[in-house]
């Protein structure tokens, strides 16, 4: 049993999700649900911040892939990424997910890449 936690915030059209912990299967569920509720309501910008999250196993990751998918895809939406380990980016280059989102150092540099 994980210890997993989010937190959530909205500014203007910036959707921000913070994990916390072990991002896996039920963590990785928890992410998309927040997030999901979110885009209907007109935000299509989210920022993932997993800095509170440096190990992701491959479930999680599945449910990211599949929320990237959502959010650009289907949603024509930005999605960026902050805090990323080292090896949590060469996993994401890896599985395509930085073709879907852009990394960033803090989230203050991902909310002003989006804001521009």
């Known amino acids: 049993m994980s210890n997993f936690t989010i937190n959530t915030e909205k500014t203007a059209d910036i959707f921000i999700v913070r994990s916390n912990g072990y991002l896996d299967e039920s963590g990785g569920a928890a992410v998309f649900s927040a997030v999901d509720k979110e885009l209907p309501e007109g935000c299509n910008k989210v920022i993932l911040n997993l800095k509170e999250s440096p190990v992701i196993n491959s479930q999680g990751i599945a449910q990211i892939i599949e929320l990237s998918e959502i959010i ?45």
Do not use: C, H
Request: hydrophobic share 45%; glycine share 14%; net charge negative.
């Open 72 to 116: 650009v895809d289907d949603k024509g939406g930005e999605l960026a990424f902050v805090g990323l380990s080292d090896l949590t980016y060469g996993v994401f280059k890896m599985v395509g997910l930085l073709q879907m989102g852009n990394p960033f150092a803090s989230e203050s540099e991902a909310i002003e890449a989006m804001r521009q």
